[in-house]
């Protein structure tokens, strides 16, 4: 490759975007499965309170993580 052939700022980087959005989606998403599912085992096998409570909470963490990390709509700006 001679040393003339790149070009700073030419390449298309569409497809490169697309797949840090996507790795950046899987991971918030496992992460919050993940910290539901820990939850549930923790409250059911670490305390008195059973399996129904641990799901119980395990759904509530869904629930709420969901609220919190789902992709909302861009405002219209004021005039």
Known sequence: MAAN???EGDQDIS?????YLA?????KWSSL???AGL???VIWFCTPLGFVTGAIWGVVV???GYMLL???PAKAAAH
């Open 33 to 35: 499965v993940l910290a």
């Open 62 to 64: 869904l629930v709420v």
């Open 39 to 41: 939850i549930a085992l």
């Open 70 to 72: 789902r992709k909302r």
């Open 5 to 7: 052939e790149y070009h």
């Open 15 to 19: 497809q490169n975007k697309a797949m």
């Open 23 to 27: 790795f950046l989606g899987v991971s």
